[in-house]
C-alpha cells in the first residue's frame, strides 16, 4: 500500500503541476511570458509526470518541443524503473 503522506504528495504535486502546466499553455497562446522549461521538468521529476504526460496531449502542449518531450519521458522511465525495484524490494522483503 502506498503511505498516506506519498500519496498526498502525488495528488498535490500533480495538481499543481498540471495546474502550472494548463497556464504554460494559456501563456504560450497569449504570447505571454512563459513558465521555463526547467521548472516543469523539476515539477515532473517531483512526481507530476503523470498528470503532464495526460495534459500534454489533452491540451496539445509540449507535443513536439525538443529536448522537453524527451526529458519528459526519461523522467518517467526512471520513476517507472524506481517504482519496479521498490515494488520487488517489498515483494521479496529487502524492505
Do not use: C, Y
Not at 498516506?4 to 500533480?14: D, E, P, R, S
Not at 504570447?31 to 503523470?50: C, K
Amino acid at each position: 500500500m502506498i503511505p498516506a503522506l506519498l500519496l498526498a504528495w502525488l495528488i498535490v504535486v500533480n495538481l499543481l503541476g498540471g495546474a502550472i502546466f494548463v497556464a504554460d499553455k494559456r501563456a504560450a497562446v497569449a504570447d505571454r511570458r512563459r513558465v521555463p522549461e526547467r521548472t516543469l521538468l523539476a515539477l515532473a521529476a517531483a512526481g507530476a509526470s503523470p498528470a503532464m504526460l495526460v495534459l500534454s496531449s489533452k491540451i496539445r502542449h509540449k507535443t513536439r518541443k525538443q529536448p522537453f518531450r524527451g526529458l519528459l519521458f526519461a523522467i518517467v522511465a526512471v520513476q517507472v524503473v524506481a517504482i519496479v525495484v521498490l515494488a520487488r524490494a517489498l515483494v521479496t522483503g529487502l524492505v
